[in-house]
């Protein structure tokens, strides 16, 4: 029996459910956004299980809007799920219009005692905290002031998750990572002078993404309580670091490698997170391990995951990257084809013939007819469409709203079955009464003759266009390359524009040579319960598909070398025992060195191979305890060559900022490499006789 944890060992973390912004109006009318389905699990369930399998004892849960059935999930959970792991306690924060507010009110609760976790109810994450929280704890013992540790993870500007909301720049203390500056811009980034005079050395970065995620010594709430002008973490954040007078705290930062940490904050993030989430880079957060109220999902080939009890007629076509939700039904025998790809699709949903989906998410309990079309589209629950309808890109519709027949919903348009009985507008998800529109006067022009909704109107304040940008499922990065080609156009530098140009089209190809790869070596590189492969695959096979993709997506060899090390990585996956996946990376590098072999020639590819495979298993837990028996592996094929090992492992153990999970693939090596050396150092010694 595990020892009960005193007092002082108590890990502590506040959730803020309340998002204060109404950006996924109108499908927050009836529910909070954390309650919102993200690959049929609600969103709070991914922070409250990040928070669980990271050790926190007790977790905080702060709430105003729809408080009451927040309190009644934590119930459900508390009683079958997460919460037999970790206690779960909802704070009803009614007069809250800020995170600042929400902070105040946990500070007169007098509940927090200890350093703890500050995140966010709509957050996806599966790194590790504990070497990041003993890290802070230790800082802040040796230095009191030290009372914040703020999560990033590297991200490029153009990455699918960064979507433009929070675009931000910051100076950082180049030995010890304190933050000197934070700012958020769409534009100009201004960096104080006195950073670059006080200092011999300063890193500035861009390529960063805001995990939401901060470890917080025990003051934090008084801090909030002190001062009012504080209604966000950033407003105390730049406060901090401007000197504001009230603290003279410090705050650090900790970039995240090899990890997953985003924020479904708006429409374009939650579609982006949902894709991620079915291609597995959120693992084990994946519809096959991460089941609450019902049996984990069964994976097939394409990340297809279907649910117990789902119906698919011999016309229904499930193309790639798709859910499919308990007890479904899609399409009918002898009719038109059903097509769906890139989609989400709730329980107990009825999809009819001649329909397709594409990039869609569609809640519980809808109906959706014969012939519809729906293109990068939400739906809420209890939503019908009837036949011959089409919605265009970009629509959101809400609960319980019925469209159709034979009518087209234009691009961007929100649609809700009734509106607030106030006006729409307010600064966050509070509550409000809503008015349910007598039958008869709806829009029919907009829903069809026997539709069911009105539009919806975003009211935004004037002075706010930043907020209502992020109103709209709209992927922002193409308008971020233009900026900068048109920036490069007024440049003298024709070749840097050229540069610009040819490159914009390779980070697509990239990321779907590593989706085929991955496929591919599912399919070919079959396994019995052993772990043994399929002696009829051979590596021409293989070589095949492989020097097909990269002619047709223009690849350089390092790009397919890089893909094809991630993918092999990631086909070991569901080996069933360690020691078949084991046998599968032993006997899979045995049959692909020579396709290794064809692109690892300079020192430059071995360096590309190591590091490249170095991150893939520090992020795949169930790979981790076969990185020596593959390197060994690829050693004995003479893929690697033992001076560039014993290059790359030098370097590796000297790296300051490693973690423990990269320490510990370095240390599962370590005999390994020892005997590398001894091996160099005796075939030195005979060349020297």
């Not at 519809?287 to 119906?311: E, M, N, S, W």
């Not at 890109?393 to 019925?402: L, N, R, S």
Request: charged share 25%; hydrophobic share 40%; proline share 4%.
């Amino acid at each position: 029996m595990s020892k009960k944890p005193d007092f002082k060992e108590v890990l502590q973390a506040i959730i803020v459910a309340d998002s204060f912004n109404s950006r996924f109006a109108p499908l927050t009318q009836t529910k909070p956004r954390a309650l919102l389905p993200l690959v049929n699990v609600p969103l709070l369930d991914y922070t409250l299980e990040f928070l669980a399998a990271n050790g926190v004892h007790e977790a905080y849960v702060l709430c105003c809007s729809h408080a009451d059935q927040i309190q009644e999930h934590i119930n459900v959970i508390n009683t079958t799920g997460v919460g037999q792991r970790m206690k779960i306690t909802t704070c009803h924060t009614a007069e809250s219009l800020s995170v600042g507010d929400a902070m105040r009110e946990i500070h007169r609760m007098g509940v927090i005692n200890s350093h703890f976790i500050l995140v966010t109810g709509d957050l996806v994450s599966n790194f590790q905290l504990g070497p990041l929280l003993q890290e802070h704890k230790a800082r802040y013992k040796a230095n009191n002031n030290a009372f914040i540790t703020m999560l990033f993870q590297e991200c490029q500007p153009n990455h699918h998750l960064r979507t433009g909301e929070e675009d931000i720049a910051i100076a950082v203390e180049s030995k010890t990572d304190r933050l000197l500056h934070y700012s958020q811009s769409d534009t100009d980034i201004n960096i104080p002078i006195s950073l670059l005079v006080e200092r011999n050395t300063l890193k500035l970065r861009y390529d960063l993404l805001n995990c939401h995620t901060a470890i917080c010594a025990p003051v934090i709430p008084a801090l909030f309580e002190d001062n009012f002008d504080y209604q966000s973490m950033d407003d105390l954040i730049t406060q901090t670091l401007e000197g504001d007078g009230i603290s003279s705290g410090q705050i650090f930062m900790h970039c995240l490698k090899n990890s997953y940490a985003a924020r479904a904050s708006n429409l374009t993030s939650y579609a982006a997170i949902s894709k991620d989430i079915l291609r597995r880079w959120t693992y084990p957060l994946v519809p096959d391990v991460f089941a609450l109220d019902h049996p984990p999902a069964r994976r097939k080939g394409k990340h297809i995951y279907l649910q117990p009890k789902v119906v698919l007629s011999r016309a229904c076509v499930l193309e790639r990257d798709v859910a499919v939700g308990d007890s479904c039904q899609i399409g009918h025998d002898g009719q038109a084809e059903t097509r769906v790809r890139g989609s989400v699709i709730g329980a107990r949903t009825r999809i009819g013939h001649g329909c397709m989906l594409v990039d869609s998410f569609v809640q519980s309990d809808v109906t959706i007819g014969n012939n519809c079309t729906l293109t990068k589209v939400i739906l809420g629950q209890s939503v019908t469409l009837l036949d011959n309808v089409v919605v265009e890109p970009g629509c959101v519709i809400g609960d319980e709203v019925t469209l159709g027949p034979n009518i087209t919903i234009p691009a961007h348009t929100k649609i809700s079955r009734s509106l607030p009985e106030v006006d729409a507008w307010s600064d966050d998800e509070t509550e409000t009464e809503v008015l349910k529109t007598p039958e008869g006067v709806y829009d029919v022009g907009l829903v069809g003759a026997k539709g069911q909704g009105l539009l919806w109107h975003d009211a935004i304040d004037e002075d706010d266009a930043h907020e209502a940008k992020y109103r709209q499922w709209i992927d922002y990065r193409p308008s971020l390359i233009a900026e900068e080609a048109a920036a490069a156009d007024e440049s003298d530098d024709d070749d840097f524009d050229d540069e610009i140009v040819e490159q914009m089209p390779l980070r697509d190809d990239r990321e779907e040579f590593y989706e085929i790869m991955v496929e591919l070596l599912c399919n070919t590189l079959q396994t019995d319960a052993s772990g043994a492969l399929d002696t009829t695959v051979t590596a021409d096979d293989i070589a095949l598909e492989v020097t097909g993709n990269r002619s047709a997506m223009h690849l350089s060899p390092q790009e397919v070398l890089v893909g094809l090390a991630q993918a092999f990585v990631q086909a070991g996956a569901d080996k069933g025992s360690d020691s078949a996946t084991a046998m599968y990376f032993h006997q899979g590098a045995i049959l692909l060195s020579p396709i290794f072999g064809n692109y690892i020639g300079t020192e430059a590819d071995h360096r590309t191979m190591m590091t490249t495979l170095e991150a893939a298993f520090a992020s795949r837990p169930f790979a981790q305890p076969c990185f020596l028996k593959l390197l060994h592996t690829l050693y004995d094929q003479d893929v690697l060559e033992e001076d560039m090992l014993l290059q790359w492992y030098h370097d590796a153990i000297l790296q300051p900022d490693a973690d423990e999970v990269h320490r510990s693939l370095y240390k599962q090596v370590e005999k390994f490499m020892d005997w590398l050396e001894e091996a160099e150092s005796e075939s030195g010694d005979e060349s020297e006789e």
